[in-house]
């Protein structure tokens, strides 16, 4: 039985999620490591008023914040399984298991809903900064009482 090729743009999510997983990884190791690194080093110093300290004393702050804020352990873990459930889907494809495209066609969407990002949209900022939705929320307005104000 011979191989079937992949459509290029499979491939390219394919390899697109591979090197987002790792580039992901990458960047949260240097950021633990080098958050660490700076804190262990800082501790060691006497003089808490050298430049030394409130550099690394900035290193350490900014790892921390930069791994809380945009989680690339987590972005990572992400492309991992998109990348997972579309490598099993090529391999289904070419190997002929399965003889439609719609498999691969549904483990792309599927991909771009575990990562939170599908191709005809991508956000400019990191999800964590949006505004929370509000549409379809009732405002309030001043004549409006509640149970808690007071008669007057």
């Not at 080093?41 to 300290?53: A, E, G, H, M, N």
């Not at 991909?111 to 009732?138: F, K, L, M, Q, W």
Request: proline share 7%; net charge positive; glycine share 8%.
């Amino acid at each position: 039985m011979s191989e079937r090729t992949l459509p290029e743009d499979v491939k390219r999510r394919r390899k697109t999620w591979w090197i987002g997983a790792h580039v992901n990884r990458a960047v949260w190791g240097l950021l633990v490591l080098s958050g660490i690194i700076a804190g262990v080093v800082l501790s060691t110093f006497q003089r808490p008023d050298s430049r030394t300290v409130k550099i690394l004393g900035l290193i350490t702050a900014l790892s921390a914040a930069l791994i809380a804020h945009f989680d690339p352990r987590g972005h990572a873990d992400k492309f991992l399984r998109a990348w997972r459930l579309l490598d099993k889907a090529c391999r289904a494809y070419q190997h002929g298991t399965d003889p439609t495209v719609k498999e691969l066609d549904d483990a792309v969407d599927a991909g771009e809903s575990i990562i939170g990002v599908s191709s005809e949209e991508r956000p400019i900022t990191p999800r964590a900064t949006h505004a929370p939705d509000t549409a379809g929320t009732p405002r309030r307005t001043s004549q409006q009482r509640t149970p808690d104000s007071p008669e007057g």
